[in-house]
């Protein structure tokens, strides 16, 4: 096979691969300082940033031997970019609301990010993240209190760490796994 066979061949692998690639939306809400951007970062590339608005990222991904692009829209918490927020949520698939371990604030707010959510979107996979867990001595939500109100609402839920990765990825494919089995449904 000589250098051109080989790269007629790559391109046409790379061409497959593009045509059976699934799309994934997934949106991540949060109070400001929970640790959203910092969770993303972590995901897709290892380092941290804030955001100011809405950001967006996107990520590859091959889960159960499908090809998956991530599209990844981080929305700033503050109150004052919220209506901007809601122009994420249209036609996402996957949504993740993320609190601090060491906020009970910010976990008392994932009601309302919650009924935002459902009023703006259907068939949608949620999934919550208990972030900052690496600062267990500032600890104000407790572990099984938020097992238990995922629980009620079919969360997949983790406790994670933007700071060390912990159970940032085990999230992630949990919940486009979540996604793709009621896809097929």
Do not use: P
Request: net charge positive; aromatic share 10%.
């Amino acid at each position: 096979m000589c250098c051109e066979d080989k790269k007629t061949n790559i391109k046409d692998q790379q061409l497959q691969l593009k045509q059976e690639q699934k799309n994934i939306k997934i949106v991540i809400l949060g109070d400001s300082g929970v640790g959203k951007t910092s969770l993303i970062k972590k995901f897709c590339f290892d380092t941290e940033q804030t955001t100011l608005g809405v950001a967006y990222q996107n990520a590859q991904i091959i889960i159960k031997g499908q090809v998956l692009k991530l599209h990844i829209w981080d929305t700033a918490g503050g109150e004052r970019y919220r209506s901007l927020a809601q122009l994420c949520y249209r036609d996402a698939n996957v949504a993740i609301l993320v609190y601090s371990i060491t906020s009970r604030k910010s976990f008392e707010q994932i009601y309302y990010w919650e009924q935002e959510l459902l009023e703006r979107c259907s068939n949608l996979c949620i999934g919550m993240a208990g972030n900052k867990s690496d600062l267990i001595e500032e600890r104000q939500v407790f572990k099984d209190e938020a097992q238990k109100y995922s629980k009620q609402r079919d969360f997949v839920f983790y406790e994670t760490s933007a700071k060390t990765g912990e159970g940032i990825q085990m999230l992630f494919t949990e919940i486009i796994e979540k996604y793709l089995r009621q896809k097929q449904q």
